[in-house]
């Protein structure tokens, strides 16, 4: 058999447990949207933001990619993150990563992969810029996973310098931003950082409002 086929028959199973559960779940849902956070997360099929965090439809705004990257020429993230700000406002962004990435282990790799080395190479701008630290890590495994961690660190970085998220902060004190790993090998999630709006912004990447 077609293997989508299953995942038809399953979402119509789905669908059935939820209307016998509440019949007006769909209705109700279908109305409009108003998630409490926007996800940036990576691509990786073991790391589904709403399974992990026991969160239902309607909760999280998402935006996945490969190794949860913030890239400002990347205008379908800049239009994610523009709608989440100021349509939806949403009060909280999560960039979360994961240990063992495969895309954050390619970075580390001297192999060119074609066309995703050009993606890549933001996460090889975070390795330069750590060189020193990453260098004293002896296991290959702790390397990518300090790594990953600079990572969401950067990004998170990457985030407070645009200006959608400084004209935010200037007009209604909002969205907080949170840095987060999660760990495959324990399903737990760990907090690196958490920002509130309005921290000091190094002058040049500070917009004026
Ligand atoms: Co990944």
Redesign the pocket.
């Known amino acids: 058999m077609d293997r989508t086929k299953k995942l038809l028959l399953e979402n119509k199973a789905w669908a059935q447990s939820r209307i016998d559960i509440n019949p007006e779940y769909f209705s109700d849902m279908a109305k409009d949207q108003n998630p409490e956070y926007l996800w940036v997360g990576?691509s990786?099929s073991r790391v589904p933001e709403s399974e992990i965090t026991n969160s239902n439809p309607g909760q999280i705004f998402v935006h996945r990619n490969?190794?949860n990257l913030v890239v400002n020429t990347d205008i379908n993230f800049l239009s994610v993150l523009s709608y989440a700000v100021n349509t939806l406002q949403v009060p909280h962004i999560i960039i979360c990563g994961?240990y063992n990435?495969?895309?954050v282990r390619a970075a580390l790799s001297p192999n060119s992969l074609g066309l995703i080395d050009n993606w890549i190479r933001n996460i090889k701008d975070t390795y330069q810029i750590h060189k020193l630290e990453l260098e004293q890590v002896q296991s290959e495994k702790e390397k990518i996973n300090k790594l990953v961690e600079y990572n969401v660190l950067e990004q998170v970085k990457n985030l407070v310098h645009t200006a959608i998220i400084q004209k935010a902060w200037h007009e209604r004190h909002a969205p907080r931003i949170h840095g987060w790993v999660y760990d495959l090998d324990s399903g737990l999630i760990k907090e690196l950082v958490s920002i509130k709006p309005g921290i000091e912004i190094d002058s040049a990447h500070r917009y004026e409002f």
């Open positions: 990576c990786d490969i190794a994961h990435c495969g895309g």
